[in-house]
Structure formats: structure tokens, C-alpha cells
């Protein structure tokens, strides 16, 4: 039995005459009436009455009806899945992000992404850069936005958005003389930094000779901003997480030292082709 035998004989049963079911199917009466027999010989049962009005379902013929229904709309709905998947249509793409790609994605090319294409899922995985890198490295994510410095061994990428460091900067610590600062600025306030920029920032005082006032340091970049916000010191952090999160109490000043600059990045293993939906994503940024 296969599904063209199944899709005969629902003809036939529907039509209710051999005649007008071959009609339908464009084919001549002979082949339909010799497809219809050796279904009933295969599975040993009278699917069909004939008589000179035409034919009739049998109980056994009925059961085979109501099935044929069903696989024959399972079949669709399955061709329509695969196809759809195949196609980058449909499926679910696990996603790592940082806390800091807040304000660059999602962007108006994913929500269109989403938005059209409602079969697509994404599961978020919300880690550290180093975290992310290492999922990517187990094929535990598919895909990850992570944030430079970091080594790119083994990785595809694709560039986001380069960005400076930027001040957040509570009332009562805003006696900076411009909208600029400068790093030898930072000595006479308490700091909080993100501590993914720790070693960077390190790096950097101690080139220029200073010895800032490091008041507290977090996982999250958010939460250095809300620090910032509560007056506990200024906070450095990338610009987008300050636009973002910042609020009434603070000032931004932008930090002009270029070896502070960073770059979001979306990477995926460089040794795997990427998938139809994985394309999709990628093309979306």
C-alpha cells in the first residue's frame, strides 16, 4: 500500500463511481479500476461494492477512508515541515547573547525575521563572552554575540557594531571640564567596572601611571550603569548598554582612547556549513 493508491481509492470513495473519479484523476478507467483491485488484494478485503449505479465504501473500505485522511494530511503537513526547515523557514536556533548587546539587538531585520516567519523559534542563552565561546566550542549554542577582546580561533564572524567606552556619570562626580574625558580623568573618582574590561583597563593605568579608585566591580554591565545611577561611582561601560540603561541622574561622556574601543560580533564555528535558518540569522544582522 503507498500513498498514491491511498489518494485512488479516496477518489473513487468520494466520487462514488469509478468514471468520474478517473475524470478527476486525468487518467483512463482501466489503470484506476487494476490500482483499486490489487489495494483490496493486498490487504485481503472488499474496499468497494460495485454495481451498475456505480460503487459503494464496505465497513472495511470506511476504517481505510478515515486513515487515508490522516496520512495523506500527515504526509502534507510533514512535506511542508521539512521543506520549511530545509529552507530556513521553520526550526529552533539556540542563540548566545551578553549583557552587553543590549541596545544592538535584536535589530528591525530579526523582529522582520520573527515577524514573518512565525515557525522560527530562538532560544536565548544569556552567558559572559567566555562563557558563550566555550558552548560554541561543545555545539551546545548555535550561534552567539559576543564582544571583543577575545580569541577567534576556530570562528566565523561577522562585525555588528564598533563602539567607545563611555562614562556614566552620577551629579554629584560631573565636575568634568567637557563633554570628552580623558583616561587621566578617571584617577580622582571611584570607578565601576564591567569586569569583562578588567584587565584591559588595568593594562592601561598602569602605562599611564595611575592608580584609580576601583569602588566595585560586576559581571554585568547593566548593573555597573544601575550602580552608577544609585551614586556609588562612575561607571564604564560600552556606550549602547549606557544609552540603554542609564537614567535622569547620570551623564554620558564619552571616553576618546581607541585601545578601549569595542566590537559586538557574531560568531558560529568556522568548520560547520551553517544551516538554512543558521543563514537566515546570520543575514539578518
Known sequence: MNFRQLEYFLAVADAGQI?????QLHMAQPPLSYQIKRLESELGVELLRRSSNGV????AGQL???YAHQLLDLRERADNQVRSLGQGLAGTLSVGVISSSI???????LRTLTRHY???QLRLVEDNTYGLLDRLAKHLIDVAIVRTPFSDSGLASKKLVTEDMVAVVPQKYDHFAGATIQVTDLADVPLIIYRRFEQLFQITFTAQEIQPFIACTCDDARTAVQWADARMGVAVVPQTVAEEISGANTAIRPIRYRPWRTTLKLVWPADMTPSPLLQ???DSY
Open 19 to 23: 468514471t468520474a473519479a478517473a475524470r
Open 56 to 59: 459503494t465504501v464496505t465497513p
Open 64 to 66: 481505510l477512508r478515515d
Open 103 to 109: 541596545g544592538a539587538t535584536p535589530n528591525a531585520k
Open 118 to 120: 512565525p515557525k522560527v
Open 280 to 282: 537566515r540569522f546570520i
